[in-house]
């Protein structure tokens, strides 16, 4: 999601031809590591690895070692931390978040985990904010009705707060702002009588308060899915990939100037 910098054209190439891995690559905010999860040789379950960004073939670095799913890792913007999600034990099927020192000079490095769900219950789909003081994710309790929080990481479910609900709808943070104000978020509408899925684009600010999400739809053809919106480093602008002239499966990116309603 923050492939959009100045020193990208170095890196931005190398990063697809890492084959074979499963999980969303993401470059830490100094542009020194990509951070993926991929299955270890021969093992069951997922792990988070990193290696250089600039020489994407070298060897990769092995951060996290557990017998489940490890995932949607995500370097705090100090550099510090590392934030990811796991569905190990004690109940399963759940996923809870984590954070684990990113330095690997730091010893005893031992994942901390952060969130304390019910069983059957979802973390997903995480974010720093810029001053790496909060984390925000999805959480899921059904397959839809998905909620949107902000935590402490180290003042754990006491700091919990809500920033969305989403009333029969899918809805998961993409991007924070530069100045930390904003969430740009996917959304999910099912359309009952197209019979299919709708995804649109929006965003909410980052405060606390159940907040309904404010519609941000480009003036492109009715009917065209829009996801990954992220924001441009000088928070002036919205980069988003759409459907063309609503034909499913045909793509392109776009920018937007992000003039919020405050």
Not at 1 to 24: E, V
Not at 78 to 87: C, K, Q, T, V
Not at 101 to 107: D, L, R
Request: with cysteine.
């Amino acid at each position: 999601k923050r492939y959009i910098r100045d020193s990208f054209p170095s890196i931005f190439s190398p990063i697809y031809f890492l084959g074979g891995f499963d999980g969303l690559p993401v470059i830490s905010y100094n542009d020194e590591w990509l951070i993926y999860s991929g299955y270890p040789p021969n093992e069951s379950g997922r792990d988070i690895y990193r290696v250089k960004a600039e020489n994407p073939e070298g060897e990769p670095e092995w951060l996290t070692f557990f017998d489940h799913t490890n995932c949607w890792g995500r370097i705090s913007p100090d550099g510090e931390w590392l934030a990811f999600i796991s569905d190990r034990m004690p109940h399963f099927p759940s996923s809870e978040i984590y954070i684990m020192h990113f330095k690997p000079e730091v010893p005893e490095n031992t994942p901390n985990r952060v969130t304390y769900h019910l069983e059957g219950q979802y973390c997903w789909n995480l974010l720093w904010s810029p001053d790496a003081k909060w984390l925000f994710y999805t959480y899921s309790a059904y397959i839809i009705d998905d909620t949107i929080y902000k935590i402490n990481p180290w003042e754990g479910m006491e700091s919990q707060e809500t920033i969305t609900i989403a009333d029969g709808e899918m809805v998961f943070p993409t991007d924070i702002s530069p100045d930390g104000r904003w969430i740009a978020v996917n959304y999910y509408i099912y359309d009952y009588e197209e019979k299919k899925l709708q995804c649109y684009i929006g965003y909410i600010s980052s405060e606390a308060g159940e907040q309904e999400i404010k519609e941000f739809f480009p003036p492109l053809e009715e009917g065209c899915n829009c996801w990954d919106a992220s924001f441009s480093p000088d928070g002036e602008w919205i980069a988003f990939v759409s459907e063309m002239e609503n034909v499913e499966g045909e793509t392109d990116i776009f920018i937007y100037p992000f003039e919020p309603d405050e």
